[in-house]
RNA sequence: GCUCUCGUAGUUCAACGGAUAGAAUGCUGGCCUGCGAAGCUGGCGAUCCAAGUUCGAUUCUUGGCGAGAGCACCA
């Protein structure tokens, strides 16, 4: 339709033998203003010296004669300082319609990324360390952009990286071994069990700093861990290792999330640093400047800003030869690309803490395989914070992301139970309202910026909110149960009149997918989703659906379709399940 | 100090250089003997400051002011 415009545009303007205007038709914020509007006017204005409106009346006058050949426009206006508003025929609606109704769930899907392989790494927490709620953002951004290029034809797998070995690990088993009556119970389930490995973490990290004691015993652990030395240590890693994996498994259950490989740091470490000490002392690229890796105070170090003076240097193995995590970063992408080695594009979502050293890394792989730099993509998001300030999980003042999503499931539950009807299987769905609460109130702005945590309204299932969309869902599915009942079908050629703003709405879903997956941006499908919940449930304020006397009731229950099966889409691709009931 | 991100209703967020800057929450009126009131419907309320580019700037540029993150052997 866009292009159809675009071209009448353009004829019109040779036309009127204006050349060079460049413009654009795009739809207009407010759906007053029609359903595509152009600028042509303002833009052109000033070639030929005259004002906007005037240019706008000739190009319509033109536009008009033009207009007959595209059945869909019912109507060419001129309004405020000199938009050209093209406002859609009712049958374009409701052909929009049937289109949605006959796609069904596969409705916004496009081939833009067909046969593109990607792999997307997301989430990654740390055995031993708890799940926190910074985690829970990694995974619902990773998730969504994940289902997001799916929709667009590309393969995508997920990958998850965790550090499995390092200093924290000593800390948590420091404390599993010196307290194990308060931190090590075995006879729990598994998530009682990493939460308590989780909490002797923090003890552990708090005993580091203050007691020296404790440190020097907790940097011997960490010796003995790499070298396997003690049976003790290794029985305790191994449960702990395996009780923490456990843990998250249940969590990306309950998330939605399924990952097809697990990169653990160990293993990096070594692969790594095979790659940084064959490229000491080398030249650079073809630039030639500097040397990659360079020996500095004992350290191997990549001196970045050599490259790009906005980059800095940044250590790759300590002086005491042990590989950084720059280092194992750089295993990690060599790995990548040989566990799937015809990989497109590779994305890494991490907290934009990381942004920085992302970048220096990016630019050592530029210079070691260019070709594997290229096909890079690092997207940031902010902090989930407090408040008050800087969440830590050394410091034990986390909210761990199962505790959250308990309490908001149990106040969902709470919530479905003060209701008049009953529902099976509450248990599951206060779970799948409750991650949507959470995941929702993520995903609704833009991935750069922070989210203050404040727990009333993180929870909440009102308003701007997903619990609000999946209720929009519900509704619409009890509403064409009861169509079936009254054995009244679906019928998108018994239209009204009357052109329902929901409808206005409904046909731009594949735009906003195409929009959201070119930029990495799941909220543009939030916040869409926000708006045809609004322009649905005012629809049903306002008109009885499911009506045997009413003629258009056939028409009213396919667009009633066309929208639960567009919501239920766009939740998806949010990471959201739409249950029937709630 | 340098680099990056960001300053929009009381609060939390939108607005691909466009029209009267949208929502939600909050406060405040009105709606369930007609399909799910987790809803609908009315009212109140905002672009950090200063220049510049543009027909047009919340958006782009520069300079202030303010917040956050990062900046050598942690991850």
């Known amino acids: 339709m ?12 040779k036309d009127l033998k204006i050349t060079d ?114 985690h829970l953002m990694t995974n619902a951004i990773g998730e969504s952009i994940a289902r997001i290029l799916e929709h667009s034809g590309a393969e995508v797998t997920r990958a998850n990286y965790q550090g499995d070995v390092g200093l924290h690990v000593a800390k948590a088993i420091y404390m599993l071994l ?13 998530s009682r069990q990493a939460i308590f490995i989780g909490k ?47 843990a998250f498994q249940d969590l990306y259950e309950m998330l939605g999330t399924e990952f097809d490989f697990y990169f653990l740091e160990s293993q990096m470490a070594l692969v790594g640093k095979d790659i940084v000490l064959a490229n000491v002392g080398k ?152 991650v949507s609460a959470i995941k929702y109130s993520i995903l609704k702005q833009s991935t750069g910026g922070d989210i203050i945590y404040d727990f009333e309204s993180s929870i909440s299932s009102e308003g701007d909110s997903g619990p609000y969309l999946q209720y929009s869902h519900a509704r619409a599915k009890s509403i064409l149960e009861k169509a079936a009942k009254e054995n009244i079908l679906p019928d998108p050629h018994a239209f009204p009149e009357e052109i329902f703003e929901v409808e206005k709405l409904l046909y731009k879903f594949p735009e906003i997918v195409l929009r959201s997956a070119k930029e990495y941006e799941p909220h543009y499908i939030a916040n869409y989703l926000i708006e045809i919940a609004r322009a649905f449930n005012s629809f049903y304020g306002n008109n009885l659906i499911v009506d045997k006397k009413d003629e258009s009731s056939g028409y009213k229950i396919a667009l009633t379709y066309a929208f639960s099966f567009v919501m239920k889409t766009g939740l998806h691709l949010l990471g959201i399940k739409a249950p029937d009931k709630m």
């Open 178 to 190: 010196e307290n194990p009556k308060e931190y090590l119970v075995r006879n729990e389930s598994t």
């Open 200 to 246: 002797a973490y923090a003890a552990g990290s708090e005993a580091y700093e203050n007691d020296p004691g404790a440190k020097a015993k907790i940097d011997e652990i960490n010796k003995k861990i790499y070298s396997k030395s003690d049976e003790q240590i290794n029985e305790t890693y191994d449960w702990g290792f395996k009780v923490t994996m456990d």
């Open 21 to 134: 205007v460049e413009f654009i038709v795009e739809h207009p914020e407010d759906l007053k203003n029609g359903d595509y509007s152009t600028n042509v006017a303002m833009a052109g204005a000033k070639k030929i010296k005259t004002n906007p409106k005037e240019l706008a009346e000739k190009i319509v006058a033109k536009l008009q004669l033009a207009q007959s050949a595209i059945s869909e426009i019912k109507e060419i206006t001129v309004a405020g300082a000199g938009f050209i508003n093209f406002h859609l025929s009712r049958k374009f609606f409701a052909h929009s319609i049937e289109g949605i109704v006959n796609t069904g769930e596969n409705i916004g899907q496009n081939g833009t990324l067909k046969d593109q392989k990607i792999m997307i790494e997301f989430t990654d927490p740390n055995p031993f360390k708890p799940f926190h709620i910074g």
């Open 283 to 434: 030249a650079a690229g073809p630039d030639g400047k500097g040397t990659i890796f360079e020996e500095s105070d004992g350290a191997i170090v990549f001196k970045a800003e050599k490259h790009d003076p906005k980059l800095h240097t940044r250590v790759f193995i300590t002086s005491q030869g042990l590989p950084t995590y720059e280092t194992k970063e750089l295993g990690l992408t060599e790995q990548k690309f040989e566990k799937a080695p015809d990989l497109d594009l590779s994305i890494i979502v991490t907290a934009n803490e990381q942004m920085d050293y992302m970048r220096v890394v990016t630019k050592a792989v530029s210079l070691i395989s260019p070709e594997h730099a290229s096909k890079m993509k690092h997207i940031s998001h902010g902090m989930m914070r407090f408040t008050a300030g800087k969440m830590s999980s050394r410091k034990g003042n986390v909210i761990t992301g199962e505790s959250l999503l308990n309490d908001v499931r149990d106040s969902i539950l709470e919530k479905m139970t003060d209701r008049e009807f009953s529902i099976v299987d509450q248990e599951k769905i206060a779970a799948d309202v409750a």
């Open 2 to 13: 866009q292009e159809k415009i675009k071209k009448l545009i353009k004829g019109a303007l």
